[in-house]
């Protein structure tokens, strides 16, 4: 069966580039699939056939303390892989403003830095860890720096997640993975809903992303994940969504063109237009990206 495909360059606004042997990730001792270096050279035969021009990294939840080591290694990256535009990295806000305050300057002078990230979604099982004082101090210092928040939740943390950007409107977000809806479970409520109210609050973009790892790995379908694509459109509109790999998380349930080709139906009848601001454009605007050496 033929893959439909974008047919222009896309851009990328999540990607793990990460070697273990460099930086240690202790969380893949639970994924084996996954705990072996994941480079730009895997990533371009990975994505093949689709055409993509440039690309934003993620953080990998890196082992206590090595944040930075692991800003430092993408910053080496980037001058080797010219296709990596941005990087969003992790920072330990928990600990609060005054305590990150000299990684967070650090971080913002290299060249690559666009935004932070924090896992929320490990913090499942403490209802309200994103809306310790501390936490949304240090978020709400983001602009200082001129640094994006990326929001990764599960969906049962999501009215947290409304209630951190109400507390921050200076900050741009963007909310990562749809905030990992259960599909595999079937489940629709209270994750319509709320992606609908937190669609409402205007510093918040969504990643089309992630989802397909939240249906089941070996057996799911276009139609499961469709509904849920298309609801995250339908609330935030095509002038806030951006599309992402999350490479190789990806692979734990599907290849690169697969997905790609899943997003593609989805949005088989919107304008050329909106096509290219899902896949292009709002990840260039909202993570600033210098395009100017690609297509």
């Given at each position: 069966?033929?893959?439909?495909?974008?047919?222009?360059?896309?851009?990328?606004?999540?990607?793990?580039?990460?070697?273990?042997?460099?930086?240690?990730?202790?969380?893949?001792?639970?994924?084996?699939?996954?705990?072996?270096?994941?480079?730009?050279?895997?990533?371009?035969?990975?994505?093949?056939?689709?055409?993509?021009?440039?690309?934003?990294?993620?953080?990998?939840?890196?082992?206590?303390?090595?944040?930075?080591?692991?800003?430092?290694?993408?910053?080496?990256?980037?001058?080797?892989?010219?296709f990596i535009k941005g990087?969003?990295?992790?920072?330990?806000?928990?600990?609060?403003?005054?305590?990150?305050?000299?990684?967070?300057?650090?971080?913002?002078?290299?060249?690559?830095?666009?935004?932070?990230?924090?896992?929320?979604?490990?913090?499942?099982?403490?209802?309200?860890?994103?809306?310790?004082?501390?936490?949304?101090?240090?978020?709400?210092?983001?602009?200082?720096?001129?640094?994006?928040?990326?929001?990764?939740v599960r969906y049962p943390?999501?009215?947290?997640?409304?209630?951190?950007?109400?507390?921050?409107?200076?900050?741009?977000?963007?909310?990562?993975?749809?905030?990992?809806?259960?599909?595999?479970?079937?489940?629709?409520?209270?994750?319509?809903?709320?992606?609908?109210?937190?669609?409402?609050?205007?510093?918040?973009?969504?990643?089309?992303?992630?989802?397909?790892?939240?249906?089941?790995?070996?057996?799911?379908?276009?139609?499961?994940?469709?509904?849920?694509?298309?609801?995250?459109?339908?609330?935030?509109?095509?002038?806030?969504?951006?599309?992402?790999?999350?490479?190789?998380?990806?692979?734990?349930?599907?290849?690169?063109?697969?997905?790609?080709?899943?997003?593609?139906?989805?949005?088989?009848?919107?304008?050329?237009?909106?096509?290219?601001?899902?896949?292009?454009?709002?990840?260039?605007?909202?993570?600033?990206?210098?395009?100017?050496?690609?297509?």
């Amino acid at each position: 069966m033929r893959l439909v495909l974008p047919d222009f360059a896309i851009v990328d606004s999540h990607v793990h580039l990460y070697d273990p042997a460099v930086i240690d990730f202790p969380w893949m001792a639970d994924v084996p699939k996954l705990q072996r270096a994941h480079g730009p050279a895997d990533y371009h035969s990975a994505v093949a056939p689709v055409d993509v021009a440039a690309a934003v990294f993620l953080e990998v939840d890196a082992g206590p303390g090595r944040h930075m080591d692991e800003a430092r290694f993408v910053t080496d990256l980037g001058k080797a892989h010219p296709f990596i535009k941005g990087m969003v990295a992790s920072m330990p806000l928990e600990k609060g403003p005054d305590a990150v305050a000299a990684d967070l300057e650090a971080y913002a002078q290299m060249p690559l830095a666009r935004g932070v990230r924090r896992l929320i979604e490990r913090h499942t099982e403490t209802p309200g860890w994103a809306l310790q004082p501390a936490f949304v101090a240090a978020v709400q210092s983001l602009p200082r720096y001129g640094l994006t928040f990326d929001i990764c939740v599960r969906y049962p943390q999501l009215a947290d997640a409304i209630e951190l950007v109400r507390c921050c409107p200076e900050v741009s977000f963007v909310l990562d993975h749809m905030a990992k809806p259960g599909i595999a479970d079937g489940l629709n409520e209270p994750w319509r809903t709320e992606m609908a109210t937190l669609a409402r609050e205007p510093n918040v973009v969504c990643k089309i992303s992630g989802v397909v790892t939240e249906a089941d790995h070996s057996a799911w379908t276009h139609e499961d994940v469709a509904p849920y694509i298309d609801h995250a459109i339908d609330c935030f509109g095509f002038d806030r969504v951006m599309f992402g790999g999350d490479w190789p998380v990806l692979t734990l349930a599907s290849d690169y063109p697969r997905w790609v080709e899943s997003v593609d139906r989805v949005v088989a009848g919107a304008s050329s237009e909106d096509t290219r601001k899902l896949y292009r454009d709002n990840a260039i605007a909202f993570y600033r990206l210098d395009m100017a050496d690609t297509q």
